[in-house]
Antibody
Framework: EVQLVQSGTEVKKPGESLRISCEAFGYTFTDYWIAWVRQMPGKGLEWIGVIFPDDSDTRYSPSFRGHVTMSVDKSINTAFLYWSSLEAADSAIFYC???????????WGQGTLVTVSS | DIQMTQSPSSLSASVGDRVTITCRASQVVYNSLAWFQQKPGKAPKSLIYAASSLQSGVPSKFSGSGSGTNFSLTISSLQPEDFATYYCQQYSSFPHSFGQGTKLEIK
């Protein structure tokens, strides 16, 4: 059974760094892209970018490029999303999802809630 | 970037109704269009890909159509569990933009 299990809720202060994770189960991790999606409180879905675990090829939305960093660790079937300096506006739920190569999303993680507040 | 526009933004319907949500792309996306359902407090669920193909396990009451720039999602015989927010997404070119969502509420 395909599952994407995300790390737990985070509460951080502005300026702090953060890395959240997405661990894949039930399929060959390096065969599928991982997408990251943001959902701000009460708002819609926003596409952050995708990463291909086999070679770490990445595609970022211009809206997020330079503010977040996607990475993977193939040895533990896990994708990461990293902020070096959080802002209050980063408070949101972040979802990872599996994307078929050149194609559509089929499975989603459960989401990670990030709250940034002084 | 390709802009995705859904209409309506919200919709009230009754159990048993048939409803249609539309999604328009600012550029041609061929049939590279997916639909997702999201219930409050839950992760999105994938419903349809390639504009009209059902994801595994999705009931046939959901159907999608369209190509190019105009797409639609139809839900027949609404049941209480179908009341949720629905999003379209194009995956023809990066960034893979989402529509703003359509909230389907019980009348």
């Amino acid at each position: 059974e395909v599952q994407l299990v995300q790390s737990g809720t985070e509460v951080k202060k502005p300026g702090e760094s953060l890395r959240i994770s997405c661990e894949a189960f039930g399929y060959t991790f390096t065969d599928y892209w991982i997408a990251w999606v943001r959902q701000m409180p009460g708002k819609g879905l926003e596409w952050i970018g995708v990463i291909f675990p086999d070679d770490s090829d990445t595609r970022y939305s211009p809206s997020f490029r330079g503010h977040v960093t996607m990475s993977v660790d193939k040895s533990i079937n896990t994708a990461f999303l990293y902020w070096s300096s959080l802002e209050a506006a980063d408070s949101a739920i972040f979802y990872c999802a599996r994307r078929r190569s050149g194609s559509f999303i089929d499975f989603w993680g459960q989401g990670t809630l990030v709250t940034v507040s002084s | 970037d390709i802009q995705m526009t859904q209409s309506p933004s919200s919709l009230s319907a009754s159990v048993g109704d048939r409803v249609t949500i539309t999604c328009r792309a600012s550029q041609v996306v061929y049939n590279s269009l997916a639909w997702f359902q999201q219930k409050p407090g839950k992760a999105p669920k994938s419903l349809i890909y390639a504009a009209s193909s059902l994801q595994s396990g999705v009931p046939s009451k959901f159907s999608g159509s369209g190509s190019g720039t105009n797409f639609s999602l139809t839900i027949s015989s609404l049941q209480p569990e179908d009341f949720a927010t629905y999003y379209c997404q194009q995956y023809s070119s990066f960034p893979h933009s989402f529509g703003q969502g359509t909230k389907l509420e019980i009348k």
